[in-house]
T-cell receptor, first 116, second 116 residues
């Protein structure tokens, strides 16, 4: 069965600290896709990144970086030098290939609070 | 490029009533998916439509139904509302067929439904 686990429910940091959000997934498929979304208080889910199962290269985008490790079924997200505007709920999600592969399976989310 | 829009923003209904939520997909996106997000939870997949046909369905009863129209708009209908239907309903559009799982889903701001 497919499942996404975000064990950290809430994280609180002070501005400029680095913070890592953990994501562990379960799937039996060899082809799958992993996503991170940000949900600010306004409610809209904002797409951050997509990774496919064949690409284990880490990715960096400004202050954001992602570490994908198939060996541990993890897809962790690090924010470097956090800012107050990073405060939001972050969701990790899994999508499988093939029929009915279009649905996203979300974790419970991690609420990040960045204090000035 | 116009993003995904949803209406209304908020809605209050009483138990047993019926509700229709609307979504306008991003231009050129053939696939629309609907999710229910209860407070403090990750979004749960309701169903997906591709070219006006249901393309996949999550674990939701038949009283949740949808329509997709040729002009990239879609509707989510919920009959016989229950208290547990209170949630944020999110619509997401994607450019491909949806079932491949490869496409990124772009979300609208959601409709907050309260059932009293």
């Amino acid at each position: 069965a497919q499942k996404v686990t975000q064990a950290q429910t809430e994280i609180s940091v002070v501005e400029k600290e680095d913070v890592t959000l953990d994501c562990v997934y379960e799937t039996r498929d060899t082809t799958y896709y992993l996503f991170w979304y940000k949900q600010p208080p306004s409610g809209e889910l904002v797409f951050l990144i997509r990774r496919n199962s064949f690409d284990e290269q880490n990715e960096i985008s400004g202050r954001y970086s992602w570490n994908f490790q198939k060996s541990t079924s993890s897809f962790n997200f690090t924010i470097t030098a956090s800012q107050v505007v990073d405060s939001a709920v972050y969701f990790c999600a899994l999508s499988e290939g093939g029929y009915q592969g279009g649905k996203l399976i979300f974790g419970q989310g991690t609420e990040l609070s960045v204090k000035p | 490029e116009t993003g995904v829009t949803q209406s209304p923003t908020h809605l209050i209904k009483t138990r047993g009533q019926q509700v229709t939520l609307r979504c306008s997909s991003q231009s050129g996106h053939n696939t629309v998916s609907w999710y229910q997000q209860a407070l403090g939870q990750g979004p749960q997949f309701i169903f997906q439509y591709y070219r006006e046909e249901e393309n996949g369905r999550g674990n939701f009863p038949p009283r949740f139904s949808g329509l997709q129209f040729p002009n990239y708009s879609s509707e989510l209908n919920v009959n016989a509302l229950e208290l547990d239907d209170s949630a944020l309903y999110l619509c997401a559009s994607s450019p491909g067929q949806g079932t491949s799982g490869t496409d990124t889903q772009y979300f609208g701001p959601g409709t907050r439904l309260t059932v009293l």
